[in-house]
């Protein structure tokens, strides 16, 4: 499918939705038309995408967006107001065990027990994923992520960026089809950053999971993702490749997006943004 980057072919007033095919196969990850409610509060509002083996997709949008949500609902912690969850051609109402034991999660927000050493850790949640030979998986990720000499200390005695990078392994001790990254890179600085984007691509490259990224931090987003979904207020602003969003909303960069909606929560021409930036298959 080719982009479309001529002004002429945003057409204002058309759905915010795009499902990007990269090949023939049907995505892991489907959202389908999915709303969220809180009482009165719409905080996910009929958004629909597909992430496909291989792909990583960027969620992208300033806090209160609706991506922490999103997130939440795709691991089944809570339920869909309307619309459906799918991964692996299964609906996640059904089948979240299933879905569960092929998919793993990363986040900076939720701690492993830190009254056990990281080796004990890792090597629980192996065994709890069925995972052949748990000593030897942990030793390896330990040494892929450049963080062996943690192995005997206690998780609650880790700097934050050894939390995330030990979240990270706890990640991809499965090797799942499906893996979910919550701001991988919080808090690390700029030389660990560098080298888990530089692992999130080789997961990607080796293995072809299909990744969904969240991050505030626009390096990850450029350099890691292949195309980024916007969200604004619930609702999928724009979708495409970073390039194809600085272009459309005709800024310098990302970032500048990014401010000048979580600062004025609009800019000039949002109803064009409101549009696609690749034709629907």
């Not at 986040?107 to 830190?114: E, I, N, S, V």
């Not at 293995?207 to 890691?224: G, K, Q």
């Amino acid at each position: 499918m080719k982009a479309l980057d001529r002004p002429a072919a945003l057409r204002a007033g058309r759905p915010p939705i795009r499902i990007h095919r990269v090949g023939v196969s049907e995505p892991i990850l489907e959202i389908d038309r999915v709303v969220k409610r809180f009482d009165d509060f719409t905080a996910v509002d009929g958004v629909s995408f597909g992430v496909h083996a291989g792909e990583v997709v960027g969620l992208l949008g300033v806090n209160g967006a609706g991506k922490t949500t999103l997130m939440n609902m795709i691991l089944g912690l809570i339920t869909p107001t309307e619309g459906a969850v799918r991964a692996f051609g299964l609906d996640l109402r059904h089948h979240r065990l299933d879905i569960l034991r092929r998919t793993n999660f990363c986040t900076t927000y939720a701690a492993l027990p830190g009254n056990l050493k990281v080796r004990h850790n890792l090597e629980i949640f192996a065994r709890l994923y069925g995972v052949r030979d748990p000593k030897r998986k942990v030793a390896g990720l330990l040494e892929l992520l450049e963080i062996e000499k943690l192995a005997d200390k206690p998780t609650g005695q880790l700097s934050a960026g050894e939390s995330t990078r030990v979240n990270l392994a706890k990640a991809l001790l499965n090797d799942p089809e499906l893996l979910l990254l919550d701001e991988p890179t919080a808090s690390l600085d700029p030389d660990i950053a560098d080298k888990v984007r530089k692992l999130v691509r080789r997961v990607q490259r080796e293995r072809s999971p299909a990744i969904l990224y969240t991050s505030h931090n626009m390096r990850d987003i450029t350099e890691v993702c292949d195309r980024v979904l916007f969200l604004h207020e619930g609702k999928i602003l724009a979708s495409g490749t970073a390039d194809e969003i600085v272009r459309h909303f005709d800024q310098p960069d990302l970032e500048t997006v990014f401010i000048q909606i979580a600062r004025s929560g609009d800019l000039e021409g949002r109803a064009n943004a409101e549009t696609e930036l690749v034709p629907p298959p």
